[in-house]
């Protein structure tokens, strides 16, 4: 299997299985002399780890990170990091009534077409499971950008659902197991997953991702485009099914004069009037906060018998048992934050190979 790596200069390859001993990820090009420990990457894998609520699957995996290689005495060497974390809670006997049958919404079908195998239990690498190591990944990349780009993600709509943006509060964010930045919100959610998690059916979310403090200059035009790239490592994201970078597809209902970001200069700096864009134009980060937003689809293992196919060509029903979410979207929120992470992190090393000098402000 090919195409397990992201990035070029900041160059991410993951490995490993949902039911396997264990994932992992490898982690190359990051710059000499960044600070780093498992401690800088703990944080982020708790955000993501699952079992933290009854709205998320009940796996439990404490998902605690291991440095192998690539740091010493704090402090990456530029030689390649690699990472572990170890599976302790496998189920693998919860797939046996599947290892025959395609469950569909999964890539079970895709998988075999295309190898002619596939790992049955907990779907092998087109687990969600995987995530788990981009999220190590964009925590070291997190370390490389330093403090002054802050990634933040909320979850704005779970299945018919949206917040209300006119009470957006970021510290809401923390204080609730969706990453809702609405506090009304919060509980309407709750009744409404709960409802669907009883009834062993599943729902979907869009995820919201903002980069506040990236300096203008990172990306290129045509084919190193920051949007292209950031949408394409989002669009790479399980279950993910469709990507928007500023206004997105809401910009084709504004005329030019609404969807123009004004500009000025005031006390000899320039400053924008709106941020339409997200915060790209032409491929390149304007300053302004980068803005992108992701839709999940909802979790194919559902308890409701769904009409499929055997390997063997019978026609069959099949209802997927075990442990799932019933909203996948809300452990994406920490997903998409190392994806925008990781991929701001690459721009910026390529923006100084290109052109000499780091646009960060000293």
């Not at 990349?141 to 979850?155: F, K, N, P, S, T």
């Not at 030019?256 to 032409?282: C, S």
Request: glycine share 12%; with cysteine; hydrophobic share 35%.
């Amino acid at each position: 299997m090919s195409d397990n790596s992201f990035g070029h200069l900041f160059r991410v390859t993951t490995w490993g299985e949902s039911h396997g001993p264990a994932i992992g990820c490898v982690v190359d090009g990051c710059p000499p002399r960044v600070p780093l420990s498992e401690a800088d990457i703990q944080p982020w894998l708790d955000l993501r780890r699952p079992g933290q609520s009854k709205f998320t699957t009940q796996r439990q995996e404490p998902d605690s990170v291991e440095i192998l290689s690539g740091v010493f005495e704090g402090q990456t060497t530029g030689t390649p990091i690699s990472l572990l974390i170890r599976n302790v809670d496998q189920r693998s006997r919860d797939y046996g009534d599947i290892a025959q049958r395609y469950r569909p919404g999964h890539a079970d079908v895709a998988y075999d077409l295309k190898y002619g195998i596939r790992d049955y239990r907990g779907g092998g690498r087109s687990s969600a499971r995987e995530t788990a190591m981009r999220v190590a990944a964009g925590a070291v990349a997190r370390q490389v950008l330093g403090a002054g780009v802050r990634i933040r993600g909320a979850l704005v709509q779970v299945g018919t659902h949206r917040i209300d943006r006119a009470r957006w509060d970021w510290d809401t964010v923390g204080d609730n197991p969706f990453f809702c930045p609405d506090p009304e919100m919060v509980p309407v959610w709750e009744e409404y997953l709960g409802a669907v998690r009883k009834a062993g059916s599943s729902v979907g979310a869009v995820v919201e991702i903002v980069a506040d403090g990236v300096p203008p200059g990172l990306g290129a035009p045509i084919y190193g485009k920051l949007d292209s790239d950031l949408a394409m490592a989002l669009m790479s994201i399980n279950a993910v099914k469709g990507v928007e970078i500023g206004d997105g597809f809401a910009a084709a209902a504004l005329s030019g004069e609404e969807n123009a970001d004004p500009m000025r200069m005031e006390d000899g700096r320039l400053v924008f009037g709106a941020n339409h864009a997200g915060g790209v134009l032409g491929g390149i980060s304007t300053g302004q906060p980068l803005v992108a937003r992701f839709a999940v689809k909802p979790t194919s293992s559902i308890l409701t018998p769904v009409p499929s196919v055997t390997r063997g060509g019978e026609n069959v029903e099949v209802s997927t048992r075990g442990r799932h979410d019933p909203c996948v979207g809300i452990r994406a929120v920490p997903v998409g934050e190392a994806m925008m992470a990781c991929v701001l992190a690459d721009h910026l090393l390529r923006h100084r190979g290109q052109t000499g000098h780091d646009p960060r402000p000293v």
